[in-house]
């Protein structure tokens, strides 16, 4: 029971690359959320998906793309990255909002864009 | 706008207590977390409150007052592995996750 993975854990850009991020989850969980994490802000919502085949906007979409092919799997792809796309990158996964559905994060994607 | 408020930085002493506040304004409510993340590491789950009053989990409880939009986090008993940085989150009335920028808590021998 791997819980959340990512992949790749470390990746440098230089600016007008395109990336794709990979996150895996096998708890069957329903939603899956991609966050960026920079110094001194809070986890911020970059997209989201309540099940397979939806995705919706968080609060940064802009620069990013998703896609929710199969249940256990969320994709987040950068275009043409720049600079202030560098963060670090985090997955999550959750049962449907209810009662305590905590979410549970991978380890993360340490992105820097050059 | 929607707003969650913690202290930036915390300094404690090894065997002692300390008391994260995290206040918040936020568009509905269902329910408040905190959240542990060691440095360089993702956050793990530590509290969930829905209901006010006090949530006790080992060495780690959880208080919740609505009308204050008011929660801490108690850690007694501190030790060196406590050190890292305490999420507070609030679920808004969409269900989404607003968080805090966290407070990062050392510990001193």
């Known amino acids: 029971n791997a819980g959340v993975t990512q992949t790749p854990k470390f990746r440098v850009l230089k600016t007008g690359q395109s990336m794709t991020l990979l996150c895996a989850q096998d708890m069957n969980h329903e939603y899956m959320y991609w966050y960026r994490q920079d110094p001194g802000m809070g986890l911020r919502l970059i997209y989201y998906?309540?099940?397979?085949?939806?995705?919706d906007k968080g609060e940064v979409p802009n620069g990013y793309n998703v896609s929710r092919l199969k249940k256990q799997n969320f994709l987040l792809g950068l275009e043409s990255a720049a600079p202030s796309q560098t963060s670090v990158y985090f997955c999550a996964s959750s049962e449907a909002p209810g009662s305590s559905y905590e979410q549970y994060f991978g380890p993360g994607t340490r992105l820097t864009v050059t | 706008g929607q707003n969650i408020d913690q202290p930036t930085e915390m300094t404690a002493t090894e065997g002692a207590i300390v008391q994260i506040n995290c206040t918040y304004q936020t568009s509905g409510f269902n329910g408040l977390f905190w959240y542990q993340q060691h440095a360089g590491e993702a956050p793990t789950f530590l509290s969930y409150?829905?209901l006010d009053g006090l949530e006790e989990k080992g060495r780690f409880s959880s208080f919740l007052s609505r009308s204050k939009g008011y929660s801490y986090l108690l850690l007694k008993e501190l030790q060196m592995k406590d050190s890292a940085s305490y999420l507070c989150a609030v679920t808004d009335s969409n269900y989404q996750l607003i968080w805090g920028a966290g407070t990062k808590l050392i510990i001193k021998p």
């Open positions: 998906s309540a099940s397979e085949g939806t995705t």
């Open positions: 409150n829905v």
